[in-house]
């Protein structure tokens, strides 16, 4: 497992924090822990558990994985996938299901229109799969339906 690098986190963190304009109180009591242990995280003078940080980004409205990638709990994802936006709107707690599926297939259709194809999806989440092995190029040159 890789070591933790506290103070990065700390940082981050603490920019987290005021960027969502709130106190250090006020973030500790939205995250369950005390002020003095948030103070001590953001200081890098303590090591939070997985949990914890689960906790915090829960609070900051932020997802838990780029807490883990901080803390070096998880690697940092390379390349432009777009899992971390899927990832943001698939644990959004403000939207229904519905909402979700309907902005994933928004997203991967501009991701499939600049040219980056399915982020790990293999195209099923866009629900645009036909068989004629045509993509949204294709599409547009043969007056389809994104052509202008």
Known sequence: MASLNVGNLGEFLREQRRTAQLSLR?????????????????????????????????????????????????????????????????????LNEKQKQVLLQIY???RKENGLGSGGEGGAASGHEDGRGTDSHEAEADGGPHAT
Do not use: M, W
């Open 108 to 110: 991967e259709s501009f």
């Open 26 to 94: 006020q973030l500790a009591d939205a995250a369950g822990v005390s002020n003095p242990y948030l103070s001590q995280i953001e200081r890098g003078l303590r090591k939070p558990s997985a949990e914890i940080l689960q906790q915090l980004a829960k609070a900051l409205r932020i997802s838990a994985e780029t807490l883990y990638v901080q803390a070096g709990i998880l690697d940092e994802r390379h390349g432009p996938d777009g899992v971390e936006v899927q990832t943001a709107i698939l644990t959004d707690p403000s």
